[in-house]
């Protein structure tokens, strides 16, 4: 072989292109481009199914905290609207008598209008959403504000109990301590329903004193503003209950209308 045939056959090699397989290599890209979306989207299904899932738990959960929040507003109307009308009638019977005595149920008519209880509501599932960030995981916008609006209405109703308890001790309490005779309001007798027979046992039948209320006092300005204020303080109180079981039975409305079957 010559010189030149080398030549020309070294040439050849160096200029020949090699295949490239694009067919098949397009085919590969797409299957690796194809499984990365399809892992994205079943990565993206599976959030979304564990948050719709966390969603339906946590509304289920609200459900059951409001319905016992519900339950507990019922009792703290009652008691309010008990304790208004028990004032009315002290400021009934000190407006309606000009005689040297009481009349003989003044002391527990008294004793019955003073009554301070501090509501207990469920609220642990929406602050747990609250502290975890999973309030988000509520996608009705309405019941999230809703929710927010209950529970500022359920503080204001915890702050006018811790109100009206500090109000008691600073001004009823010395005014009674003072002018009145506290051991005859009744609170701790037997026949008392607002103690069970438990209590009843321990604390036994307080005797009758023997000491005189100043009926002047009872019937001065002072006493009458301050069972009146205290009717008042309920009357505030009363506003943010009636609003907020009004609350509640939106809520549980809104919730029971996004709970899944599945979550029913």
């Not at 397989?21 to 890209?29: D, G, T, V």
């Amino acid at each position: 072989m010559t010189q030149s045939s080398h030549s020309q056959k070294g040439k050849n090699l160096l200029t020949k292109p090699e295949h490239i397989p694009w067919k098949r290599l397009s085919i590969e890209a797409a299957a690796i481009v194809t499984s990365i979306l399809l892992a994205f989207a079943i990565d993206a299904w599976w959030h979304e199914l564990s948050d719709r899932t966390a969603e339906n738990q946590y509304l289920a959960a609200l459900r059951q905290d409001i319905q016992a929040t519900r339950v507990e507003l019922d009792n703290q109307i009652e008691f309010v609207s008990r304790i208004m009308r028990r004032v009315d009638r002290v400021l009934e019977l000190v407006s309606s008598n000009d005689g040297p005595q009481l009349p003989d149920d003044f002391s527990t008519a008294v004793g019955d209008a003073y009554g301070i209880r501090q509501p207990n509501f469920i609220t642990s599932t929406y602050q747990d959403m609250v502290n975890s960030g999973n309030l988000r995981l509520v996608r009705n916008e309405e019941t999230r504000l809703a929710m927010a609006d209950l529970i500022e209405l359920l503080d204001e109703v915890d702050y006018q109990a811790l109100l009206i308890n500090e109000t008691y001790w600073t001004h009823h309490a010395t005014f009674s301590d003072k002018n009145l005779v506290v051991s005859d309001f009744g609170w701790f007798s037997a026949s008392n329903n607002d103690f069970n027979t438990e209590w009843a046992a321990i604390f036994g039948n307080t005797p009758q004193s023997k000491f005189d209320i100043d009926i002047e006092a009872v019937r001065s300005k002072e006493f009458w503003n301050l069972m009146f204020d205290w009717k008042v303080m309920y009357g505030d109180q009363l506003g943010p209950l009636l609003e907020a079981r009004n609350r509640c039975e939106e809520l549980l409305k809104l919730i029971a209308d996004q709970i899944d079957i599945e979550g029913r």
